[in-house]
């Protein structure tokens, strides 16, 4: 947030100071003509900046910001080839959603059609070659969803032949 629009006379200008109240509760939190700050919670929050010039004059100017909530959007992260009988491990890359509602997330994993685990990641094993799918879907605290969803061969591996002989009947 900037403050470039605050104005005094031309010989005050370079002495003005200027203060940030997050939540317009009475305590300044920032000092300088601009901030950033970030929101964790959704809803209307209130930004006052108080310009003060050195003679003691100040002025004030609030805003209301609203935040709303940003729906996850999960990315799986795993193998896409495996091998019957072979353990794939799928997660999730850690930017989800905003760092706030991480803790708050909840998870569905389906596997071909088939509800399949409720963790923040998923182990499975394919037991038959082909194609599968698997489907994550995340939610969060606000009732607001992201979904992602991979596609993984399965492949059945070749059989390996061995010939034994019994040395002693060459």
């Not at 004059?57 to 609030?62: I, L, P, R, T, V």
């Not at 019957?84 to 706030?100: A, C, L, Q, R, W």
């Not at 596997?111 to 995340?138: A, P």
């Amino acid at each position: 947030f900037l403050s470039n629009g605050s104005i005094d006379t031309p010989g005050d200008k370079e002495s003005l100071s200027y203060q940030w109240d997050v939540g317009a509760d009475g305590t300044f939190e920032y000092d300088g003509p601009s901030i950033s700050i970030k929101f964790d919670d959704v809803g209307i929050h209130s930004l006052l900046l108080k310009v003060t010039d050195d003679d003691g004059a100040f002025d004030q100017h609030m805003i209301n910001i609203s935040v709303e909530n940003i729906p996850p959007s999960p990315t799986i992260l795993g193998p896409s080839v495996l091998s019957e009988d072979e353990k794939g491990i799928y997660t999730i890359d850690e930017n989800t959603d905003s760092k706030g509602d991480i803790p708050t997330l909840s998870y569905r994993w389906l596997v071909d059609g088939v509800l399949y685990s409720t963790e923040e990641s998923l182990s499975v094993i394919f037991i038959s070659s082909g194609y599968h799918m698997i489907r994550l879907e995340v939610s969060d605290d606000q009732n607001d969803e992201g979904w992602d969803s991979v596609t993984v061969l399965v492949e059945n591996p070749r059989p390996v032949a061995v010939i034994e002989s019994d040395s002693r009947e060459v």
